[in-house]
């Protein structure tokens, strides 16, 4: 497999190639990273993948596809994105007894007709995205990711797909099979043992509880809330054409939103954010390749002894470290890797853990001292922008098809 690592400032983009086939995970930018150069150089890289993976839902992972240069592509095979997990009714009752930060019964939580689709963390993400302006009004409006497939869309005369992954699918890329190895399919009240269920992390009860405590005082960004409620769609169906909603209504909750103070959004997009982290796509490859998303520390440690078991060796050869190598839980201590890559700018460039991640590898690559870098046949290139000419840049990646 080859990897291209692009550096982003303290976001994501990566393509990864195999044998025909190359995929694009992420396409986002922040803090300053962006020239026109780079739009180009990331540009080429769209143009040549066959699909398009969002590891989670926050902007610095997929913004940058409003900025790429006005071209398209003929065809994207297919669109992936991680599931917002169902709250089986036990976990309902978990969140309704939570006091972690005040009862969320003050604003009763919806449960879908068979008790099990309830669709809380959606409206959760929904709320984000229209707070931090990182959605636009679409017509194709009511869930997380067919805002983002909107996105695709302008740049794509057509996409064949769109599927949501969870704990247990397997993505092909050319001779090569990814598990899945995070989100669950399900949050429950314990852990059920199985690979469609897993108990809800306490990070995201107290997250939810402190975003309805915020609620409870704010009348415009209730009415937001409830507008949201209406809409909101959980994120299962891999046909989004069905989404159909009234574009005037989608107005008014853009338009309450701009009533609510910057503080309140603040203090609401950091809830959230948190929530969204702690479902994001997590890949893995027999011996190849591990990637964590942006998952919180404690949702590590759940990942990991879920795929890989309590004890032992996780022996790969490229390893993109969670969070911009922000994120540490202790049982990384056992990934054993050739290649740690770290996406990451320079306001999060000194954070402490990043030190940690040159306990689990050979070799650390970061982009914020490497700039972009190509992994290939085990050989490394940094800087390869420096060098770009976009049509030579994209006949390479083509000609691997």
């Not at 396409?27 to 540009?43: R, T, W």
Request: hydrophobic share 35%.
């Amino acid at each position: 497999m080859d990897i291209i690592v692009n550096s982003v400032g303290d976001a994501n983009c990566i393509l990864i190639k195999s044998d025909g086939e190359s995929m694009m995970i992420d396409c986002g930018v922040k803090n300053g990273c962006y020239a026109s150069i780079k739009e180009q150089f990331i540009g080429a890289q769209f143009l040549a993948a066959d699909y398009f993976l969002l590891s989670h839902y926050h902007d610095d992972h997929y913004d940058l596809l409003r900025k790429l240069p006005i071209c398209k592509k003929s065809v994207l095979k297919k669109f992936y994105y991680p599931i917002i997990p169902k709250l089986s009714s036990s976990s309902i009752t978990l969140l309704n007894n939570s006091t972690t930060v005040g009862s969320p019964t003050t604003l009763p939580i919806k449960i879908g007709k068979n008790k099990t689709n309830c669709c809380i963390l959606a409206q959760c993400i929904l709320l984000m995205q229209v707070l931090h302006n990182s959605v636009i009004p679409f017509k194709n409006f009511g869930s997380p990711a067919a805002n983002i497939l909107e996105l695709l869309r302008k740049r794509c005369d057509r996409i064949n797909g769109a599927e949501a992954l969870y704990m247990g699918k397997k993505i092909k890329l050319g001779s090569e099979e990814y598990e899945v190895i995070w989100p669950p399919r399900t949050f429950t009240y314990k852990d059920p043992g199985n690979t469609d269920g897993i108990a809800m992390p306490k990070e995201i009860v107290k997250n939810i509880n402190n975003i309805f405590e915020v609620l409870k005082n704010n009348d415009n960004l209730k009415k937001v809330w409830d507008k949201l409620g209406e809409y909101v769609k959980n994120d299962t169906k891999e046909n989004f054409d069905s989404i159909d909603n009234n574009v005037d209504e989608l107005k008014d909750i853009i338009d309450a939103a701009s009533k609510i103070q910057q503080e309140t959004k603040d203090l609401i997009v950091g809830y959230a954010k948190n929530i969204a982290n702690s479902i994001s796509i997590c890949l893995y490859r027999d011996n190849e390749f591990l990637f964590l998303g942006d998952l919180e520390n404690a949702e590590i440690k759940k990942c990991i002894e879920k795929k890989f078991g309590s004890s032992g060796e996780i022996k790969v050869n490229y390893f993109i470290a969670p969070h911009h190598g922000t994120h540490w839980n202790d049982e990384l201590k056992r990934v054993k890797a050739e290649n740690a890559l770290i996406s990451v700018g320079e306001s999060l460039y000194n954070r402490k853990k990043i030190l940690n991640y040159k306990m689990v590898c050979m070799h650390l690559f970061i982009t914020f001292n490497h700039g972009d870098y190509k992994c290939c046949n085990e050989a490394l290139v940094f800087n390869i922008m420096q060098n770009y000419n976009m049509l030579s840049f994209y006949n390479s990646v083509v000609s691997l098809k």
